[in-house]
């Protein structure tokens, strides 16, 4: 089958077409033909760090997480999934997990679910990685209808399916931008715009929930930005994440009471670890789009297969807006 492979790490150039065999169907797998894949931010940090990052594959190395397409064959104890079947998933790319930069994938069970019908399959393979993070991250902090939310970096590939979902679980959700059309875009998915470079955190917390902070803040941008989020956060409220690692003074958080979830979504497939999980919150997102609840945002510029590097640079740029595509 196609594939582009990297044979080195470092930039969107490193990527060469290849020829490599057709995986097989093991048990509790289902061999799925790949119609499109969506780049991820964690795509890009494993093709520049590589060794430097303990999930890198080893060289020669087949990226790529997301994916949508159509089940070609079933394995051994395999139920629910039938020859035909329109899946998607996140089941590859890292560590021992070969990725979906090719044309099949043989693809763990607990790890996909069927894609929701209301979407296309370039808008189902944009979904499984910052859905499964968003999902995870508000329901870690236990969102309940009624409470106040808010997103920072709303325009963002996380950040905009976060503002989505936490509207569908009944929240009144506030967003942080930095570019005025993107207010416009957090606006129609039903968010208040905060620019974040206009509006100090003292003030859109006094204009949006009277002084009394964010019951919950999902801050998909994370690092230097969370001392924003304890900011911004009611007394005991929540704090969810997505990045994380680097010392942090928790002063604020502490005389706040607050609660701090890291969400790593990548720790059941590099740890075969509560797996069935993600197939449940894949199929809840499924549900939830065909509500008419939930479509991500797609980028203008899809790229085929052997543009994989320009789809990378496309990333890095800063210029996309929404998930940026490649269609194998």
């Given at each position: 089958?196609?594939?582009?492979?990297?044979?080195?790490?470092?930039?969107?150039?490193?990527?060469?077409?290849?020829?490599?065999?057709?995986?097989?169907?093991?048990?509790?797998?289902?061999?799925?033909?790949?119609?499109?894949?969506?780049?991820?931010?964690?795509?890009?940090?494993?093709?520049?760090?590589?060794?430097?990052?303990?999930?890198?594959?080893?060289?020669?190395?087949?990226?790529?997480?997301?994916?949508?397409?159509t089940v070609e064959a079933v394995g051994e104890g395999v139920e629910g999934y039938a020859i035909g079947d329109e899946v998607y998933g996140c089941a590859g790319g890292l560590a021992d997990l070969p990725g979906t930069l090719a044309e099949y994938i043989a693809a763990d069970v607990r790890l996909i679910a069927h894609k929701p019908k209301s979407l296309s399959m370039v808008e189902a393979a944009a979904l499984p990685l910052v859905g499964i993070t968003a999902y995870e991250g508000l329901k870690r902090a236990n969102i309940q209808a009624g409470q106040k939310v808010l997103v920072h970096g709303g325009a963002g590939g996380v950040g905009h399916i976060a503002i989505q979902l936490a509207r569908h679980f009944g929240a009144d959700v506030a967003s942080t931008v930095g570019r005025d059309e993107h207010e416009t875009l957090v606006e129609g998915l039903g968010a208040s715009a905060i620019n974040y470079r206009n509006e100090q955190v003292a003030d859109y917390v006094a204009r949006l929930t009277d002084g009394k902070g964010f019951d919950i803040v999902f801050d998909s941008v994370g690092g230097a930005n969370l001392p924003t989020s304890f900011e911004a956060a009611a007394l005991n409220g929540h704090v969810s994440t997505t990045v994380s690692f680097m010392d942090i003074d928790l002063t604020t958080a502490h005389f706040k009471g607050l609660s701090l979830h890291v969400v790593f979504m990548l720790i059941p497939m590099l740890h075969d670890f509560r797996r069935q999980e993600h197939h449940e919150i894949l199929a809840d997102m499924a549900r939830i789009a065909d509500a008419c609840a939930l479509k991500p945002i797609i980028d203008d510029q899809v790229f085929p297969l052997a543009e994989v590097g320009q789809a990378h640079a496309r990333l890095g740029s800063g210029q996309a807006t929404g998930k940026v595509i490649v269609e194998v």
């Open positions: 089958m196609k594939a582009m492979l990297v044979t080195s790490f470092g930039g969107p150039e490193v990527f060469e077409a290849a020829e490599i065999a057709k995986p097989q169907a093991a048990a509790g797998q289902v061999l799925v033909r790949i119609v499109a894949t969506s780049i991820n931010t964690v795509d890009t940090m494993i093709r520049e760090m590589g060794a430097e990052l303990p999930l890198s594959p080893a060289l020669p190395a087949l990226l790529g997480m997301d994916f949508a397409g």
